[in-house]
């Protein structure tokens, strides 16, 4: 069985950084596309940032020019850096690997990121 470990949340001050990891535990055969996803309290999980096996990213808009996402295939890791965090950004962000051989969507236990004003 797969499992996605995320790390780098924490608390901090608004135009701060943090920097997220996500770590498969074993190798996932043909990865299509790799997401960061996140969940605030009351609300739903929403997309923050994906990458294709082919380097393509996608941003959501309120998170487009601060956060940078990026991926290591052979590694099964992938990276979300973030910028310029502000209180809105606060929320429990997981991290979903899709296999692009079985469709099979692997998730994280999730990292929660606090943002202070």
């Known amino acids: 069985q797969v499992q996605l470990v995320e790390s780098g949340g924490g608390l901090v001050q608004a135009g701060g950084s943090l920097r997220l990891s996500c770590a498969a535990s074993r190798s996932i055969f043909s990865i299509s596309t790799m997401g960061w996803y996140r969940q605030a309290p009351g609300k739903q999980r929403e997309l923050v940032a994906s990458?294709?096996?082919?380097?393509?990213?996608n941003y959501a808009d309120s998170v487009k020019g601060r956060f940078t996402m990026s991926g290591d295939n052979a590694r099964n890791t992938a990276y979300l850096q973030m910028n310029s965090l502000k209180p809105e950004d606060t929320a429990v962000y997981y991290c979903?690997?899709?296999?692009?051989?079985?469709?099979?969507?692997?998730w994280g236990q999730g990292t929660q990121v606090t943002v202070s004003s």
């Open positions: 979903k690997i899709q296999s692009g051989v079985t469709g099979r969507d692997y």
């Open positions: 990458i294709t096996s082919g380097g393509w990213t």
